[in-house]
């Protein structure tokens, strides 16, 4: 499924906007944290950069690669499985950061701490027959 040219304006919008602000203005969604999410793209090599809702488990930020229940993961999920090392936004704070899916027990711990923060997941998680990835980052070692 792609992006509709509409929607990709305000995604860029968006990550425009809470740049400027440092995330004054688009670091919430209602009571949902948004982060600016900077990956390589894995066929450019060039820095892509998406606005994503976290939930904060611990010291761990966690991202649902839901792409709104699409059949098929979102472009940023597939390039930071080429590219784990990637960029988040928190305000106005940078991190460098290493991004890598959660699997088995800690994949239902963090996937029922994120439909508890955003109960849509479970409905995107309805519509599509792929197992919605749940993605970990984590400091840099």
Request: proline residues 6%.
């Given at each position: 499924?792609?992006?509709?040219?509409?929607?990709?304006?305000?995604?860029?919008?968006?990550a425009l906007?809470?740049?400027?602000?440092?995330?004054?203005v688009?670091?919430?969604?209602?009571?949902?944290e948004?982060v600016?999410f900077?990956t390589?793209?894995?066929t450019?090599g060039?820095?892509r950069t998406?606005?994503?809702?976290?939930?904060?488990?611990?010291?761990?930020l966690?991202?649902i690669?839901?792409?709104?229940?699409?059949?098929?993961?979102p472009?940023?999920?597939?390039?930071l499985?080429?590219h784990?090392d990637?960029?988040?936004?928190?305000g106005?704070e940078?991190?460098?950061?290493?991004a890598?899916?959660?699997?088995?027990?800690?994949?239902?711990?963090?996937?029922?701490?994120?439909?508890?923060?955003?109960?849509?997941?479970?409905?995107?998680?309805?519509?599509?027959?792929?197992?919605?990835p749940?993605?970990?980052?984590e400091?840099?070692p």
């Open positions: 499924m792609a992006i509709s040219r509409p929607a990709l304006l305000v995604i860029r919008l968006h906007v809470f740049r400027w602000t440092g995330g004054r688009g670091g919430r969604l209602g009571h949902l948004q600016l900077t390589t793209g894995r450019t060039e820095p998406t606005p994503l809702a976290v939930t904060v488990v611990g010291d761990k966690v991202l690669a839901s792409a709104g229940g699409a059949d098929k993961d472009g940023w999920y597939r390039n499985v080429a784990p990637v960029v988040v936004q928190r106005s940078k991190r460098p950061m290493r890598r899916t959660a699997e088995g027990a800690e994949r239902a711990e963090l996937w029922d701490a994120a439909v508890a923060n955003n109960p849509g997941y479970a409905g995107y998680q309805e519509k599509t027959s792929r197992q919605i749940v993605v970990v980052c400091p840099r």
